[in-house]
């Protein structure tokens, strides 16, 4: 082999000694690159679980629709948020805030798929059933009770007063909504509305006997009793969330917001509409 051969032979052997220490370093780096994420992510601590109530997305703008509020989407817990309050305490306004403008699908007011919900709860804990057997599978109930005349044979049955402890056995986790509103107001509401107030004095409703709630303290006595029993059962089982919202107070919206992520807009429409019929 010529000098001139070996120089040559030399340099290429060289140069491939060159790229071997610069790439083929470059190809195991990456091969490392490529491997960490996936140890990085096996290491890392799981993702802490957010609480949230609801999935909220903002809305999209349509001209066909006539609120304005936040669309929520069909997902909702799996345990049920439950009206616990009394009836004439703003619970139509309340249907229609998770109903109409938040966009929950398959929400209750009184009627529970053509049946009054108090009679459905009463006629299941009767059959030893879960409460709300029979009931279609709402994911909110606005009003369980039912005011019926019983000198006719009709039901009178309050659910969230006497069925609180069956709820809580099929329920544990349920969020209960306490509605509240200014006492005088709400006794006159009572009044006017169909005969309730007649009807009332003729239920059997624990401590609120047959025969009482002929003035206007006797109801506003019974409307009280009910905020102490849920406080003092949500005490007795923190495993409920306890929402409770004065459904005349400036701030109603930004508290229904805050605790199921519909926009407060919804609340302010809709207790505008039915103000006078809550």
């Known amino acids: 082999m010529s000098p001139r051969s070996t120089t040559t032979t030399c340099l290429l052997v060289c140069i491939c000694l060159l790229c071997w220490l610069r790439f083929g370093s470059l190809i195991h780096w990456g091969a490392y690159i490529t491997a960490s994420p996936s ?5 890392a601590p799981p993702a802490l679980a957010l609480p949230l109530t609801v999935e ?7 001209d066909n629709k006539s609120n304005t509020g936040t669309v929520i989407t069909s997902q909702w817990p799996d345990t049920p948020t439950i009206v616990v309050g009394m009836p004439k305490a703003g619970t139509k306004s309340i249907w229609a805030y ?23 709860v009463r006629s299941n804990i009767e059959q030893g059933l879960a409460p709300f057997a029979h009931t ?5 109930f606005t009003q369980l009770d039912t005011e019926g005349d019983v000198q006719k044979g009709q039901v009178c049955y309050f659910p969230q007063i006497e069925a609180l402890e069956e709820i809580h056995e ?3 986790n349920a969020t209960l909504l306490l509605n509240t509103r200014n006492l005088d ?36 006595d019974l409307y009280v009793q009910q905020i102490r029993r ?6 007795k089982y923190p495993s409920h969330r306890l929402v409770q919202v004065a459904i005349d107070e400036p701030n109603a919206g930004e508290i229904m917001e805050a605790s199921f992520g519909i926009n407060r807009s919804c609340w302010g429409n809709v207790n505008a509409k039915l103000k006078k019929n809550a």
């Not at 140890?39 to 290491?43: N, R």
């Not at 909220?56 to 349509?62: F, T």
């Open 230 to 235: 849920v406080q003092t059962f949500v005490q």
């Open 136 to 140: 279609k599978g709402y994911d909110v």
């Open 98 to 120: 998770f109903k109409e403008c938040g966009g929950i699908r398959r929400v209750s007011h009184y009627n529970c798929g053509g049946m009054p919900c108090g009679y459905i």
């Open 185 to 220: 107001n709400w006794a006159k509401s009572v009044r006017a509305f169909r005969g309730m107030g007649a009807r009332l004095t003729r239920c059997n409703i624990t401590g609120f006997l047959p025969g009482v709630g002929s003035t206007n303290e006797q109801l506003k």
């Open 56 to 62: 909220v997305r903002e809305e999209q703008p349509d």
């Open 170 to 172: 099929a329920h544990p």
């Open 39 to 43: 140890s990085a992510i096996s290491d």
